[in-house]
């Protein structure tokens, strides 16, 4: 099983998704996270979904709980990057991707992040 | 036609990928392939989970008109589903999911056929036409 790695520049994390996800990675990319924002306690997550060919209704569901987890640490987290085929077909699959934010590409979101009150 | 085992997560990788290179082959828009290919995700995840493992059929068919399509089928052995209706109802779940999965994925594609009695296992047979 792929591992996805998370990088942290500033106060924030940072992780792009390259690999073809199966629901397993997606549930050790979530523990993953918890444990570096404890750890780091960083304030923001960016995940940069540009490589993501498809999100379905597990992938979508998980990274919505990634954003609620890291409210539960004091950070928001940003989806980035996401493709027109995609948004299109998570609308049409029926999931809003709620409580988390997102951007068109990694610049954007890093300055959502820092733009926050 | 091509069959696949679900027999494991990355099986369900693999029948992803495969869906992926038969509608793009097959002259599915983009948008169409994502659409096919998150439907297929869906059930080849069904199958696994709620049917304890099974098999993904990928065939390239042609309309009476002409047009070209790509017709997935999955079938298990599993326990199969008591309530028709209510599996393909949007919110309904009869796990931890969030009930998006039979229902959503019928949105996805063009025609969409679910067989399934209690014991007998479930087959869903879907295609996605190109335009």
């Known amino acids: 099983m792929d591992q996805v790695p998370i990088l942290k520049i500033g106060q924030t994390l940072f992780v792009s998704i390259q690999i073809d996800l199966q629901d397993e990675s997606v549930m050790l990319l979530q523990e993953d996270l918890a444990a570096e924002l404890a750890a780091t306690a960083a304030r923001g997550v960016i995940i940069d979904i540009t490589a993501v060919e498809i999100v379905d209704s597990f992938i979508g569901r998980m990274l919505a709980t990634i954003g609620s987890i890291s409210r539960l640490f004091d950070a928001e987290t940003v989806i980035v990057g996401m493709r027109p085929a995609v948004a299109i077909t998570l609308t049409e699959l029926g999931l809003s991707l709620n409580g988390v934010r997102t951007a068109l590409n990694a610049e954007k979101g890093l300055a959502l992040l820092n733009g926050r009150t | ?131």
């Open chain 2, 1 to 131: 036609m091509d069959e696949l085992p679900i027999r494991s997560g990355d099986d369900v990788v693999r029948v992803r990928q495969h869906v992926r290179n038969a509608a793009a082959t097959s002259g599915l828009s983009l948008v169409d392939q994502t659409k096919l290919v998150t439907a297929a995700s869906e059930l080849a995840r069904n199958t696994l989970i709620h049917g304890g493992g099974g098999v993904a059929r990928v065939e390239v068919v042609k309309s009476p008109t002409g047009r070209t399509g790509i017709k997935l089928h999955f079938a298990d052995e599993g326990p199969g589903i008591p309530d028709l209706n209510l599996a393909l109802t949007d919110g309904w779940t009869s796990g931890t999911g969030l009930g998006l999965g039979l229902s959503g994925s019928r949105r996805l594609v063009d025609e969409f056929d679910l067989k399934s009695e209690p014991g007998a296992g479930t087959s869903v047979v879907v295609v996605k036409w190109s335009r």
